[in-house]
């Protein structure tokens, strides 16, 4: 064999050794599945590592074969079997850089795997542990002191699972990390779902034991604190009756002992509800409570009756002689001090009445404040004619209380000159409010008329900018028919008020009125929102060619490209004022209008995947003048992902409370503010863009033609590829 022979022959074995190689190496590269299947390529990488030192062989066969062949050629000759070299060099390079990747990759995962597990493990075994201790039910305790110490031990077990939880957001984050990259089904959502699901019920359960805790230690606490102030308030009243009993007053000793006395006997007397509420709180506490402390409570509670009973005695002993002598004399007394008390209150109230109404309030509300205010002032009539009587037999018993009686007359007109005024100020408001509600109907009568009008015209499939402004008219009948709506609503709620002012036949006219223009409004506003579903239908055909033609753009015609390109821009324009008119319609009340809202966003996104479709497509086409046109294709990128970005917070919005939602836009401030919010943060995004695409023009001027990072420089690949440079890294 010759030595040409020799060479080609080591060069094609090295070579097809290199290829099969790289062909193992892209069947193990691979770090999808679970971990056994992870650990076999690993183990395969180990082998193909293995045989690196045979690939060395290989290549210093075809070095010595090539440096014993250059010695007797000519320059032609040589220039080949160096470019043959260099290829095989370059080959093997590429092989050992696969080899180190591919096995450094697949081995990263696997510690990260077996990190995760054991981190999984000892959160399993803090789970055990603390179920193990609240599992158990709690205990009767003896008294108040070993019931705040077992609600302290339960607040530290919660306190430790709530901690808890940062580890648990860690776990899952790792489990959601090596699903992303594993897709394996143990670590997937759902899995992720009963490691969280498992805290938040251990995290219920002890929230529960501690909210039973607290309430039980609250309420022998409550019950502690009223037996020491009733058994304070013991000791202080028979302080109090000893020192009346000794009272030493010259002028008038009876009178005073028999007042004190009497007010004594009062006050124990209204203590005895006190008395009794303490033993129904005694018997709940008794339930939380051991045996032992039960019988301590039930002992404590018969001492402090036994020693009411003997106070409550010695009051009413003591009393009676001196009940009978000023017996008139203090039911005089009595009965001028409760008529005086009665006139007071009686002026406070009517001094209290909001007879002017604030001026920022609305027409209904003062309304509704009027009507109150009248009805509170018609049920005290009977009472003020008792108060009359009253002060009829006062007078006939009593010849020196001028200034009481005064008093009574006073209030007496007062309550008549605001009982006029009362009801003067309700029948002028009962007008304007009948004003209002006529306005009202004129105005329903014109936007229903219009609205008719509006369904009557037929549908124009040809002319686009009629159609478009057709579909704009009903976006404003469908807010003006939320208007009225809102104006509708506050009128029923007064329906219920009509007959405290209006005859039954007015008040049965004004709700028919009502519930004839509401069955109206609805029956409209549907077919405004059939009418508005047809007409969006008709520029959805727009779509539809754009996807046909983006089917014969794959022949590679510039032209078509270009036309392709231009369309898929007109399309990305209308479908976002499409998004933009749903986000900047008000924020939907009813059921019907929310699913309206939900199924245009709904339309939307599924026109994103085909969009998404062309949009690689044109991506992957080659266009003449590359420069100007994937300039263009980098500012269509732009607008497409903010598209989605826009469309998707849409749809999560969509799914959120009606509260959530108002807030979202007050503290944004409209859609308006929010493009302009966007707009302002994508700027340098954009700067950003153009400046790597100045710097993919200009690496291919400084590399060699066939150098990696021309290949893989941005505008030519939005595909993550290998760069490296330098020794293996192991």
């Not at 029956?523 to 014969?552: A, H, K, M, Y």
């Not at 302002?680 to 990696?708: G, K």
Request: aromatic share 6%; charged share 30%.
């Amino acid at each position: 064999m010759s030595p040409e022979e020799e060479f080609g022959s080591c060069l094609e074995n090295a070579e097809s050794w290199m290829r099969m190689i790289q062909e193992r190496l892209e069947a193990t590269d691979n770090v999808q599945g679970p971990k056994a299947a992870l650990e076999n390529r690993l183990r395969e990488t180990e082998v193909i590592l293995a045989e690196e030192p045979e690939g060395h062989l290989r290549l210093d066969r075809v070095l010595l074969k090539a440096e014993s062949l250059l010695r007797d050629k000519n320059d032609d000759e040589k220039h080949e079997i160096h470019a043959a070299v260099k290829h095989i060099k370059t080959l093997w390079e590429d092989t050992q850089i696969n080899m180190v990747h591919c096995h450094s990759r697949i081995e990263w995962i696997l510690l990260h795997w077996s990190e995760y597990l054991k981190a999984r493990e000892d959160y399993f075994l803090w789970l055990m542990t603390m179920k193990q201790r609240l599992e158990p039910d709690l205990e009767l305790q003896l008294g108040l002191k070993e019931k705040k110490l077992q609600l302290s031990h339960h607040t530290i077990l919660l306190s430790n699972i709530l901690n808890q939880a940062a580890l648990l957001e860690r776990l899952i984050q790792e489990s959601g990390s090596l699903f992303a990259k594993t897709e394996d089904e143990t670590v997937n959502e759902a899995a992720q779902q009963i490691l969280k699901a498992d805290h938040e019920a251990l995290e219920i359960k002890a929230k529960e034991k501690v909210k039973i805790l607290e309430a039980i230690v609250q309420e022998h606490q409550e019950y502690a604190d009223m037996q020491e102030e009733f058994q304070n308030w013991l000791h202080c009243m028979k302080e109090k009756i000893n020192k009346c009993n000794t009272c030493t007053d010259k002028k008038n000793p009876m009178e005073r002992s028999f007042r004190e006395l009497k007010e004594l006997s009062d006050e124990v007397s209204r203590k005895k509800g006190e008395l009794d509420n303490l033993q129904v709180q005694a018997t709940t506490v008794i339930l939380s409570t051991s045996p032992l402390g039960a019988e301590h409570i039930t002992k404590d509670l018969e001492t402090l009756r036994a020693n009411w009973n003997n106070l409550k005695l010695s009051c009413q002993q003591d009393q009676v002689p001196l009940e009978i002598g000023f017996h008139s004399v203090l039911e005089s007394k009595s009965r001028a001090e409760q008529l005086e008390r009665e006139v007071a209150e009686l002026a406070d109230w009517l001094q209290s009445l909001d007879l002017q109404p604030p001026d920022d309030d609305t027409m209904e509300t003062a309304w509704c404040k009027c009507l109150l205010t009248r009805s509170s002032i018609l049920a005290e009539e009977p009472r003020m004619e008792e108060l009359q009587l009253k002060l009829k037999e006062f007078c006939r018993s009593s010849q020196n209380e001028e200034e009481l009686s005064n008093k009574v007359l006073s209030v007496i007109r007062e309550y008549k000159r605001v009982k006029g005024q009362i009801v003067k100020r309700c029948s002028q408001l009962g007008a304007r409010l009948r004003c209002d509600f006529q306005e009202f109907l004129r105005e329903f009568q014109q936007w229903r008329n219009s609205t008719i009008n509006l369904l009557h015209l037929p549908l124009d499939t040809e002319d686009g900018a009629l159609t478009r402004t057709y579909l704009q008219n009903i976006e404003d009948h469908l807010g003006h028919s939320n208007q009225l709506k809102i104006r509708l609503d506050r009128f029923q709620g007064l329906e219920g008020m009509l007959g405290s002012v209006y005859s039954e036949e007015q008040t049965a006219m004004f709700v028919s009125e009502l519930r004839e223009a509401v069955q109206q409004r609805i029956f409209l506003t549907d077919g405004l929102l059939q009418r508005r579903r047809e007409l969006q239908t008709l520029p959805d055909l727009n779509f539809s060619s754009i996807f046909s033609e983006g089917n014969w753009m794959n022949g590679g015609d510039p032209s078509a490209c270009k036309l392709l390109l231009k369309k898929f821009e007109e399309w990305l324009k209308t479908e976002d004022r499409k998004l933009m008119s749903i986000l900047a319609a008000k924020h939907p009340r009813s059921s019907r209008e929310r699913k309206n809202r939900k199924q245009g966003l709904k339309v939307l996104q599924s026109r994103v995947p085909q969009g998404q479709k062309i949009f690689e497509e044109l991506f992957s086409a080659e266009f003449p003048g590359a420069n100007e046109e994937e300039k263009q294709l980098e500012d269509l990128r732009y607008r497409w992902m903010l598209y989605k970005s826009k469309l998707k917070e849409a749809q999560e919005l969509s799914v959120q409370g009606s509260n959530e939602v108002v807030e979202f836009r007050k503290t944004s401030g409209g859609i308006c503010h929010y493009l302009s919010r966007a707009c302002c943060a994508a700027l340098p995004l954009q700067l950003l863009l153009l400046l790597l695409l100045l710097l993919t023009f200009l690496l291919p001027l400084i590399e060699e033609q066939d150098s990696c990072s021309v290949v893989n420089n941005f505008a030519r690949s939005f595909y993550l590829t290998l760069r490296y440079q330098g020794p293996p890294p192991t």
